[in-house]
């Protein structure tokens, strides 16, 4: 029996600490499944938006945050054509669904349409009992993937996974990681499980350690020095940011080879400054990634099942979410929070 009320997190307004309220369990119509929760993890993205970072209008709350979300499929909307069956394991990533019409729908990049929609921003996220999913962007979560160990995957991992997978990462490269945090974590074990060499930078001294314990063959305090230091070690074939902020930008400038790939994932709202000449000279490709597609998530989880990609987990109960998101802040995390449902 599904009940009709759930246990959500709720933002009640933008800037206001996440509280608990019990809500109505939403209904799938065609198209739709429903979800129980098993965990969810806890992103910065969801920091941001309890923080009223993001701006949003008045009337997109409340809202449910989350979307890192493994569940089991509770129920389908009448109607609905899909190979899923009840009891499946399914992720709820940040994509909830996109127009499917675009151009980049329709080549294969639907993370830059322009009409998407987000789970956790314009759809209810997974920081609740149950949740929605379209069954179109529905995804199975591989047995190997156990759900607590395997939430991060779905914005963290994938995200990584999806800004090198443009790149020409291959055997050989070095691959410079630039901010340690989850992300990076990821990037570093997914550039070493295709046997680039990494150099991992980060300002803080314990993210370094844990960079190292991923498996980054060198590692490199940020700083004006940083860049420099990097090209000493024989210089970074592909760049990727992760790092929220634009002083990395003379970093990244300092360390590249000629025709390096460098990679925006990390959301810097300031300008940095690219020369144009520096760009010409060196043949280098500077790109944006976001999130990633239906495709990336599914051979990432292949992957993933495959090559274990263990950071550190801390679970917490979804009670806790607030709290977790004020540590997330402070930075004491090491690794990723994720919500354990059945705490
Ligand atoms: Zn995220
Ligand atoms: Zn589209």
Known sequence: MIPKTMKAALAESAASPLVIREVATPAPTRGQLLVRLESCGVCHSDLHLRNGDEYLP???????????????????????????SIGDRVGLPWLYDTCLDCSPCLTGAETFCQHQHARGIHRPGAFAEYALLEQRFACTIPDEINPLQGAPLLCAGLTAWSALRKTQ????????????GGLGQYAIMIAKAHGASVVAVDRDPAKLEEA????????????????LKVKALGGADIAVNFAPTPAVWSTIEQAVNPMSDIIAIALVHDPVPLSMMWLIDGGHCVFGSSVGTRQDLRD??????????SIDIETIALEGVDDALDRLRAGTIAGRVCIDFSL
């Open 169 to 180: 990462l291959r055997p050989g490269k070095t691959v410079m990681v630039v901010g340690c």
């Open 212 to 227: 190292r314990r991923r498996g980054a063959d060198h590692l490199i305090e940020a700083g004006p020095e940083a860049g």
């Open 58 to 84: 008045d009337e997109m709350y409340p809202l449910i945050l989350g979307h890192e979300g493994i569940g089991r499929i509770v129920a389908i909307g009448e109607g609905t054509e899909t190979k899923l």
């Open 300 to 309: 990432f989880l292949a992957f993933a099942a495959r090559h274990p990609l």
